[in-house]
């Protein structure tokens, strides 16, 4: 469990909590939430646990002394852990970038991973769609993220050659009502206002910018084999809808669900095997009796048409472009820049770091950490600016 702290993390231990028999969690990783960890290493009692930060290290170590449970640090402990025998499911919920060498390490060792940071396929689909065809390691991903775990649902017993185009649903975020004027002045409260997802603070910023569409319109070319030009997003506020499939005949499937990450991570962990009954709230007539949809607004939201950009360029473009975006959030999290410089500084930034065609993994390294550089001085110029 990569990132059992944060939100998924943590619904992610409430399924395993709710199916004692079938599993159980090993392996905790977390990156600085160290009480937490240490509550959830008690709970849960996994062989190990995991805190990235160092400077926690001895700080969960001596809380965890008498337990039996081994602990480590650093990022090289967490690329090994993942490989150990006992384990045959990961769960990737670490944010952003950071789940990387992780994942590519669990493909490695043929490990089921069931993938919600979304970051990893956005950043490397290209070398990890490489990895899973060519390695042979067995290794097969299940997606965690709801829209993605709908198009999956309802390409089950369907052929890909049958698929016309992909329809994946967007609640349109906090903004999307709002006049496109107002964006200037929206404050990271408000954005973090969403109207139907309780979620990361990362992810929902993400929502407001509707980043987090365009990075699942790449999740879903890398997950399904889909051209970008053929899955077309769809704004529907109800969040009900979790996505469709449109087919060749003429026909749609749609998946439905209550807005709750509990269901779409329940059906991942209970891949390939069938669906796992629960006692969760169930959906009634009044929770669907209005759903409606609409086109998505490219001028008030340019990240989406950006992400369409980066994912036809493909290489390292979308890495450059995540980058940027997780140095451009940090600091509206923090109020040092406005909610529309971030559409500005991820543009300044991917016209600045040089193009890798077909990248290998050093190159995502190198053009990660040279994106996040020109991005932060990005942020700097602004703030004496602003
Ligand atoms: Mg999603």
Same mark, same amino acid.
Request: aromatic share 6%.
């Given at each position: ?6 939100? =998924?993390?943590?619904?992610?231990l ?9 599993m ?11 009480d ?8 849960? *009692?996994? +062989? ?18 008498? /337990?039996? =449970?081994e602990v ?5 402990? =967490? ?67 709801s %829209? ?11 052929r890909?050659?049958?698929?016309? +185009?992909?329809?994946?649903? @967007? ?10 004027? *107002?964006?200037? /002045? ?16 990362? =992810?929902?910023?993400?929502?407001? /910018? ?10 879903? +070319? ?17 969040s ?12 749609i ?6 807005p ?31 759903? /409606?949809?609409? *086109? ?14 980066? @994912? ?17 959030? @940090? ?9 529309? #410089? ?14 890798? %065609? ?14 996040? #550089? ?13």
């Amino acid at each position: 469990m990569l990132g059992s702290t944060g939100s =998924i993390g943590r619904q992610t231990l409430d399924i395993i909590a709710e199916y004692p028999d079938l599993m159980r969690a090993e392996l905790l990783v977390a990156r600085s939430s160290a009480d937490l960890l240490i509550a959830q290493a008690r709970q849960y *009692r996994p +062989r190990m646990v995991i805190i990235a930060d160092e400077q926690y290290y001895e700080y969960v170590r001596d809380a965890l002394w008498d /337990t039996g =449970i081994e602990v480590a640090t650093g990022s090289a402990a =967490i690329a090994a852990a993942v490989t150990r025998p006992e384990i045959d499911t990961v769960v990737t919920a670490m944010v952003g970038y950071s789940g990387l060498e992780s994942t590519i390490a669990a493909i490695g060792a043929g490990k089921r991973i069931a993938l919600a940071n979304k970051e990893t396929l956005v950043v490397a689909g290209e070398l990890i769609d490489r990895l899973l065809r060519e390695g042979n390691s067995g290794s097969v991903l299940y997606p965690v993220d709801s %829209e993605h775990g709908a198009f999956y649902q309802c390409l089950v017993g369907e052929r890909m050659a049958d698929v016309e +185009r992909l329809l994946l649903t @967007a609640s349109g975020g906090p903004f999307r009502t709002l006049p496109k004027e *107002r964006l200037e /002045t929206v404050t990271a409260a408000d954005a973090l206002r969403h109207p139907n997802w309780s979620m990361g603070a990362k =992810i929902t910023i993400d929502s407001a /910018t509707m980043m987090n569409k365009g990075f699942e319109m790449i999740e879903a +070319r890398w997950l399904f084999g889909i051209q970008p030009q053929d899955i077309e997003i769809v704004v529907h506020p109800q969040s009900i809808i979790h996505s469709m499939v449109a087919f060749k005949d003429g026909s749609i499937k749609a998946q439905l669900g209550l807005p709750d990450m509990h269901l779409p991570i329940r059906y991942a962990l209970g891949l390939p095997d069938g669906r796992l009954a629960s006692d969760c709230r169930k959906m009634t007539i009044e929770d669907m009796a209005t759903l /409606t949809l609409e *086109r998505p607004d490219f001028d008030k939201f340019p990240l989406l048409g950006m992400a369409y950009a980066a @994912a036809r360029k493909g290489g390292t473009a979308p890495c450059v472009m995540n980058a940027a975006n997780e140095i451009a959030v @940090a600091s509206f999290l923090q109020d040092t820049i406005r909610f529309t #410089d971030i559409y500005n500084i991820i543009d300044k930034t991917m016209a600045q770091v040089p193009h890798v %065609e077909h990248p290998v993994y050093d190159d995502y390294v190198a053009t990660n950490a040279e994106a996040r #550089d020109r991005a932060s001085r990005l942020v700097e110029d602004l703030k004496i600016n602003n």
